[in-house]
């Protein structure tokens, strides 16, 4: 067996902590090793620990890192396909093929997600209306199962088994090596209009023309309330065709993250702060049509500071993440409602909406609206969060479980019909039960 290190681990959102022995294989082989004899307390795959909550957890047992099983092993130009390894990030494959025109189809809100955990999360980007989610772009995944040891699946050969993995929360196999399409792209740039948004009734109306673009999304203040509940600004791209870009279309800006070098103090983000902060924010994004910005800022613009998980401080926070019907946006309201009453300044507040559900049996979009916030990690806010769970199950929606940190396992059954059908393949693929996390065993899949 190789040789591991016992750590204390967390997802982005520095909350919930963990201690686990971390493996970090440098070959397949190796990884083999550690799934096929898991020490007590089982094995979950880990990358770059960019799930918000306890997904890429295991308290008392074993996380094995993929980021060493980086490789991009073969790319057709003219198909616009690469294989690769689980461990490469979606950032990496940006620096290598935008330069040649081509770029992931969907994304998530940052570059420093691994393609194993793209698949896992089966992540959506701002385009889901459009494009779905990440799932949708792979033709094939190779797994290491520790019921049926290595296993090529698709839409065609084990297709129960390939369900499952998109979005199942690297569960049912490693993920060894992945078949991804690109997308053919003109420039590295995208032509983006601005829209400030008076409240929810007028956010919810422009995104109904917003589906004429391929990315959509809406910054929400999350404390505003009564008549301007739900006020913000949209923004909607589109790739921009060689011909809009002056000089080189693929010139890339110069990429350096600031960091955030300490954990702020407990409270330094509150009402006020954040209230400034949605001043701002609302105040720089005036009304404009067309305005060019690179792909990749206007993709991922937290990764501009590189420890942004620290401004809540040493308790950390939770990303809470949501999707209703489209019907159900009295639901949305409420949640809204609920963020702005609490006291509670959500930093971050973002709407989009989704377009239908994918493949995967566990894959979080479904047709609806999705919204998500930051809250501080505090008794007061998981009570909240619990409230807010009730409502989304209600209304027949559900939580990201990439995000997740506080859901039980009968609001989980509620909000995942598919349960059941996942634990069916899950038993062939992992009899004895070997794949676990904290979430796994929290929302009851373990």
């Known amino acids: 067996m190789i040789p591991s290190r016992t750590e204390r681990?967390?997802?982005?959102?520095?909350?919930?902590?963990?201690?686990?022995?971390?493996?970090?294989?440098?070959?397949?082989?190796?990884?083999?090793?550690?799934?096929?004899?898991?020490?007590?307390?089982?094995?979950?795959?880990?990358?770059?620990?960019?799930?918000?909550?306890?997904?890429?957890?295991?308290?008392?047992?074993?996380?094995?890192?993929?980021?060493?099983?980086?490789?991009?092993?073969?790319?057709?130009?003219?198909?616009?396909?690469?294989?690769?390894?689980?461990?490469?990030?979606?950032?990496?494959?940006?620096?290598?093929?935008?330069?040649?025109?081509?770029?992931?189809?969907?994304?998530?809100?940052?570059?420093?997600?691994?393609?194993?955990?793209?698949?896992?999360?089966?992540?959506?980007?701002?385009n889901h209306h459009r494009d779905g989610t990440f799932g949708r772009w792979v033709d094939e995944i190779s797994l290491l199962t520790p019921g049926l040891g290595p296993l090529r699946c698709s839409r065609d050969a084990e297709p129960d088994a390939f369900r499952a993995t998109l979005g199942g929360m690297g569960l049912t196999g490693a993920i060894v090596r992945a078949k991804l399409r690109l997308m053919r792209v003109e420039s590295a740039f995208v032509a983006v209009d601005t829209l400030p948004l008076r409240d929810l009734d007028d956010a919810l109306g422009r995104f109904a023309d917003a589906d004429a673009h391929r990315y959509s999304v809406a910054w929400i203040d999350a404390l505003a309330a009564g008549k301007a509940l739900g006020r913000g600004v949209l923004m909607q791209a589109d790739h921009a065709p060689s011909s809009a870009v002056p000089g080189d279309p693929f010139a890339r800006p110069k990429r350096g993250a600031r960091r955030l070098p300490f954990g702020l103090p407990a409270g330094a983000l509150n009402r006020v702060t954040v209230g400034v902060f949605?001043?701002?924010?609302?105040?720089?994004?005036?009304?404009?049509?067309g305005a060019l910005e690179p792909l990749e800022r206007w993709m991922w613009p937290l990764d501009a500071?590189?420890?942004?998980?620290?401004?809540?401080?040493?308790?950390?926070?939770?990303?809470?993440?949501?999707?209703?019907?489209?019907?159900?946006?009295?639901?949305?309201?409420?949640?809204?409602?609920?963020?702005?009453?609490?006291?509670?300044?959500s930093f971050l507040a973002v709407l989009k909406r989704f377009g239908?559900?994918?493949?995967?049996?566990?894959?979080?979009?479904?047709?609806?609206?999705?919204?998500?916030?930051?809250?501080?990690?505090?008794?007061?806010?998981?009570?909240?969060?619990?409230?807010?769970?009730?409502?989304?199950?209600?209304?027949?929606?559900?939580?990201?479980?990439?995000?997740?940190?506080?859901?039980?396992?009968?609001?989980?059954?509620?909000?995942?019909?598919?349960?059941?059908?996942?634990?069916?393949?899950?038993?062939?693929?992992?009899?004895?039960?070997?794949?676990?996390?904290?979430?796994?065993?929290?929302?009851?899949?373990?």
Request: charged share 25%; glycine share 10%.
């Open 9 to 126: 681990l967390s997802g982005w959102g520095r909350y919930p902590v963990a201690e686990c022995r971390v493996y970090r294989p440098e070959k397949v082989s190796e990884l083999a090793e550690v799934i096929a004899s898991p020490a007590d307390g089982g094995v979950i795959a880990r990358g770059l620990g960019r799930a918000y909550g306890d997904a890429a957890l295991n308290e008392g047992g074993a996380v094995v890192s993929h980021l060493r099983l980086d490789r991009m092993l073969a790319w057709d130009d003219a198909a616009g396909v690469l294989e690769c390894e689980g461990g490469v990030a979606l950032g990496d494959v940006a620096d290598a093929l935008l330069p040649r025109g081509w770029f992931l189809p969907v994304v998530p809100g940052t570059r420093h997600v691994t393609v194993g955990g793209a698949i896992a999360a089966d992540v959506h980007g701002k």
């Open 356 to 446: 239908p559900a994918g493949e995967g049996l566990l894959s979080f979009p479904m047709e609806g609206w999705t919204l998500a916030l930051d809250f501080p990690a505090a008794p007061a806010v998981i009570a909240m969060l619990r409230e807010m769970d009730r409502i989304v199950a209600d209304a027949g929606g559900r939580v990201y479980l990439a995000k997740d940190a506080v859901m039980d396992a009968a609001t989980f059954a509620a909000m995942y019909p598919a349960a059941d059908a996942f634990r069916a393949v899950r038993r062939e693929l992992d009899p004895a039960g070997v794949l676990t996390s904290s979430l796994a065993r929290r929302v009851g899949l373990a």
């Open 305 to 345: 500071v590189a420890d942004w998980n620290r401004m809540y401080g040493r308790r950390g926070f939770v990303q809470y993440q949501l999707v209703v019907p489209p019907d159900r946006t009295d639901a949305l309201r409420a949640i809204l409602e609920r963020a702005a009453r609490s006291g509670q300044a």
């Open 278 to 289: 949605n001043r701002l924010y609302r105040a720089a994004h005036r009304a404009r049509t």
